[in-house]
């Protein structure tokens, strides 16, 4: 869904996001072949038992890319018991949805959330939006342990770093 933006001048969509447990990088679609990369910011969350946040390594895995398709932390609202899982509130998923749809491309017309009134789920993140706005996409991930092969120890929340977005919109500009 997102590839279509792929290729367009100027475009500003993401068009692709994801995570190693180090870095966190974004493509837009104006500029196809270029990563913007930044280190990777560390979730939050409902820890394992045994464990502490000085544990947690860097967000990693594809729950980024859910939630450029809009689902993710962004619709917490359609499953409110959710929440206590990943430590977020009934509020904190309003909030987030919230959010969503100030820095997103658009609501899909066929997936309505009951709880936002049957709004259609925010889609696609704008990284000019997200800059203009200073505001960053919640993401619900799975928490992973930052010595490897440990896996995971939690669920939670995490958002992509803001410089990933402000190098993308830069490098727009100068395009």
Avoid at 91 to 112: P, S
Avoid at 149 to 160: A, F
Wanted: proline content about 8%; hydrophobic content about 45%.
């Amino acid at each position: 869904m997102l590839r279509s933006a792929r290729g367009i001048p100027g475009c500003s969509v993401v068009t692709a996001i994801g995570a190693n447990g180090k870095d966190c990088g974004l493509q837009v679609g104006g500029l196809p072949d270029r990563w913007f990369v930044a280190p990777g910011n560390v979730p939050k969350g409902v820890l394992q038992d045994g464990v502490t946040q000085a544990d947690v390594a860097p967000g990693c895995g594809d729950s980024f890319v859910g939630e450029l398709a809009g689902f993710g932390a962004s619709v917490l609202p359609a499953a409110p018991a959710l929440g206590p899982v990943i430590g977020a509130s009934l509020e904190d998923g309003l909030r987030f949805a919230r959010d969503a749809y100030g820095v997103a491309v658009g609501e899909h017309r066929h997936y309505k959330v009951p709880a936002l009134g049957f709004r259609g789920i925010p889609i696609g993140f704008d990284a000019r939006k997200v800059v203009a706005n200073g505001t960053l996409p919640v993401i619900d991930i799975a928490i992973g342990h930052r010595r490897p092969g440990i896996g995971m120890i939690g669920m939670g929340l995490v958002s992509p770093p803001m410089q990933c977005f402000e190098q993308a919109v830069r490098a727009l500009d100068a395009a």
